[in-house]
């Protein structure tokens, strides 16, 4: 039996991956904030996108590949940042750094990540990408920007959409501390996850190792309140324009969500667009991610990146056909990693492959270029 019969689709691994892991874990890893409606918007915004079909095209296999700051990737998709992956499944950061790697696809190291730069950098390939929440002392931003681009992470991500902590209600009522500590109640979810608990066992609880570099701070903290949050900044034009002048390398900023800050951000030299909102995790009061996608392409003539609310390649092939120039994942690769180890980023991919190849089939859509012109309007 193949992993296709098993699991074909993402939300296939989701299901696995919530037996495989910790009751407190899946709810760091799952949820978003508030009421979680903007987590519902991005799914119901996404559904209403829609694609003609078309006949009489013929036997073709469709070209996924795509150009993005001047290098060739064989998928339009690449993997997002997610803080803390170690704790979501042991070693992962690894795992994804090399899974991108030999897929020739970005991978992006958070700076709230369990792993150094300099441990996952020389295996993430020649796509490292390192995302940046903005640190408040110039002196320890230039230092992580030098390890950063030291360990082999050529592009930098700037996050923009964390101005404070979120409240994260749902991640919160799990009993997630800052470094994580195993409280009774949350070694007996350990318990029944007997996998997950070894890997752990033999890496040590997670911890912001970046972070916990910069400070000597002990105490547990809640996790929306993490040593992250003590050490960064909420940053204005002025630090953009100072990281701009510190980075030697493309610059992309992450968590637009206006036309005329993506506008502005052309002007003052970025190098690409990241339209996300956090997936639901920041703010519950906002629009789609999708919603305001048309509008950003129109604003920008720069690389438009997309994120929030993906669950399979005809998605990823929705965000194209509005605007997007590439789209990026986070949950899906971990509920991989949860739910198959190692094998799970691979197999993601494999199905983000698939399922673009069937339904570009469906539509007669040769190219990615093709998509604008399939949109039913």
């Known amino acids: 039996m193949t992993l296709h019969s098993r699991y074909p689709a993402i939300s296939d691994l989701k299901a696995r991956a919530r037996r495989r892991i910790p009751h407190f874990v899946w709810e760091y890893l799952d949820s978003a904030t508030g009421v979680e409606a903007t987590q519902r918007r991005n799914r119901t915004a996404l559904n209403q996108v829609l694609l003609n079909p078309s006949i009489l095209h013929g036997e073709f296999d469709p070209d996924l590949s795509t150009m993005l700051l001047g290098h060739t990737h064989p ?11 170690g704790l979501i499944w042991p070693g992962a950061e690894q795992m994804l750094a090399r899974a991108a790697a030999r897929e020739n696809l970005p991978f992006t190291l958070s700076t709230v990540a369990s792993q150094l730069p300099e441990d996952v950098g020389p295996q993430a390939g020649n796509h490292a990408w390192f995302q940046l929440y903005p640190p408040r002392d110039p002196g320890i931003r230039d230092d992580i920007l030098k390890r950063a681009k030291a360990s082999g992470f050529t ?3 700037l996050t923009v959409d964390v101005p404070v902590a979120s409240r994260r209600e749902r991640q919160t009522r799990g009993g997630l501390t800052n470094p994580p500590k195993m409280t009774p109640r949350l070694a007996l979810q350990a318990a029944r996850c007997p996998t997950w608990l070894n890997g752990i066992r033999k890496t040590g609880m997670p911890r912001m190792k970046l972070m916990d570099g910069y400070s000597d701070i002990k105490t547990a903290l809640p996790s929306t309140q993490h040593i992250g949050y003590l050490l960064r900044t909420s940053p204005d034009w002025d630090y953009f324009k100072a990281l701009r002048d510190a980075w030697d390398g493309p610059l992309i900023v992450k968590g637009v969500g206006r036309a005329d800050d993506a506008a502005r951000l052309t002007d003052e030299g970025v190098d690409a667009i990241w339209v996300s909102n956090h997936a639901g995790r920041q703010f519950d009061g906002g629009p789609a991610t999708i919603e305001i996608l048309p509008a950003i392409r129109a604003a920008t003539s720069l690389p438009v990146i997309f994120d929030s609310g993906i669950e399979g390649g005809l998605d990823v092939l ?13 949950r899906a690769f971990h509920y991989g990693l949860a739910a198959l180890g190692e094998a799970g980023p691979d197999h993601v991919l494999d199905i983000l492959r698939q399922d673009m190849i069937s339904n570009m089939g469906q ?15």
């Open 318 to 330: 929705r965000a194209i056909a509005l605007g997007a120039d590439f789209v990026m994942l986070g």
């Open 75 to 85: 998928l339009p998709v690449g993997i997002a940042p997610v803080g803390m992956s």
């Open 155 to 157: 592009t930098l991500v």
């Open 363 to 377: 539509i007669g859509a040769r190219r990615l270029a093709d998509l604008p012109g399939c949109l039913r309007y």
